[in-house]
């Protein structure tokens, strides 16, 4: 391609550029001269629209109230402990979403999806111990035993001896916790069980590389903002909104250090992880409820540095839990949803898809404030 040489008549138009003033011959009442041809040929630059404000990276990360999702927050005081867990909830209206989060992650991972089915259901999404606002004796004690037992006294506190139906709905870690709690069956409204990208075969095989991943992931932020900042663009979630109300949650500041810090201390429990997963598919199966899976799409890198992130494995490398699962849901035991486009925390990334999947799964399996509904017969909780 050929360059021009000949010089431009027209100067640079600063993006800072005061309007031109006005002549005098504009302000005045006489009519335009239509002999004037530059009364007929405005001016390039005479409509040239207003250039949009442009966010500095602070304001496009900064941080975000979970009011505008949730519509109050709660400490349940566990009775003969000194354990306080923190719970958001929305909804006054259909049976009880109990929402349960994976490691390093918080309830508010899930404030974008409970502001979307809350006018349908009730939503109830708790810290774990060791996670935003709870406060434990053990900070640490992330054992399976310990996490289900939470559950249970959470449970048992905010609903006493008559809890409503209540659908668990668990994300990776926290998934493993709703399956556990679901075999125990100490939970008689259990109606429903939904797990979030976590499945036992896969997450056995990615624990040999977790220490790494924690190791090597950003320890410390000079702001919330460079926080949120970080999360998005490393990858471990893909949709902003959602990262600036949840992320937040996920710190604590460092007075020695003078930074943000992660306030859950996920690489002192190694100890416990091996617990979360082994026998999982066994005990999602045999569960008798309703359940559902949602799995990330199989068309993702999963770059995300959270405890549970997923390894590419060889082919022969397939496990009979995978094989477990794959025959029960050929028998119909359970539905499998593959969301497409999305990382490993579904609920965040794509809260308006995930929403749709929980209310469908409600209405499909008839789960009503009081239990299966099913027409011509009263509920069996009545």
């Known amino acids: 391609m050929m360059e021009s040489s000949a010089p431009s008549n027209l100067a640079p138009l600063s993006e800072e550029s005061p309007p031109a003033e006005t002549s005098a011959r ?3 009442n006489n009519p335009p001269d239509h002999n004037n041809i530059n009364d007929e040929v405005p001016s390039a630059f005479s409509s040239v629209p207003a250039r949009p404000p442009i966010q500095t990276s602070s304001q496009k990360y900064a941080p975000l ?10 400490d349940v005081s566990i009775p003969g402990s000194n354990d306080v867990f923190h719970v958001y909830l929305a909804g006054t209206q259909g049976p009880v ?3 349960l989060h994976g490691g390093g992650y918080t309830g508010l991972s899930f404030a974008l999806s409970a502001s979307k089915i809350k006018e349908k259901v009730r939503v109830v999404a708790m810290d774990f111990r060791g996670h935003g606002k709870s406060s434990t004796e053990n900070e640490l004690d992330l054992s399976i035993e310990t996490l289900c037992s939470d559950v249970l006294a959470v449970l048992k506190t905010m609903y006493g001896d008559s809890p409503p139906a209540i659908v668990l709905v668990g994300h ?31 997450a056995m095989a990615s624990l040999i590389h977790m220490q790494k991943i924690l190791t090597n992931r950003m320890q410390h932020f000079p702001t919330i903002e460079k926080a949120i900042e970080w999360s998005v663009k490393g990858g471990s979630l893909r949709n902003i909104e959602s990262a600036r109300v949840s992320i937040p949650s996920t710190l604590i500041y460092d007075d020695s250090k003078r930074c943000y810090t992660y306030r859950a201390k996920l690489e002192e429990t190694e100890q416990h992880w091996r617990g979360w997963y082994e026998g999982l598919s066994e005990k999602f199966l045999s569960s008798p409820v309703p ?49 497409r486009h999305t990382g490993h925390a579904i609920q965040e990334d794509v809260p308006d898809e995930f929403a749709d999947f929980i209310l469908n799964f409600v209405s499909r399996n008839r789960i009503g404030p009081r239990g299966i509904e099913i027409p011509g017969i009263k509920s069996w909780r009545s």
Do not use: N
């Open 172 to 202: 990776s870690m926290g998934g493993s916790v709703a399956v556990h709690v679901a075999a125990r069956k100490q939970l008689p409204t259990l109606c429903g069980l939904v797990v979030v990208d976590v499945v036992e075969g896969t």
């Open 65 to 74: 109230d979970w009011a505008g999702y949730f519509d109050r927050e709660d």
């Open 291 to 339: 359940k559902l899976l949602l799995l990330a799409g199989t068309d993702r890198l999963d770059s995300s540095l959270e405890l549970h992130c997923y390894v590419l494995l060889p082919k022969f490398r397939i496990s009979f839990s995978k094989i477990a699962l794959t025959i029960g849901q050929m028998q119909g035991k359970f539905q499998m949803v593959v969301v």
């Open 26 to 28: 504009d302000c005045s």
């Open 97 to 99: 979403i109990f929402c």
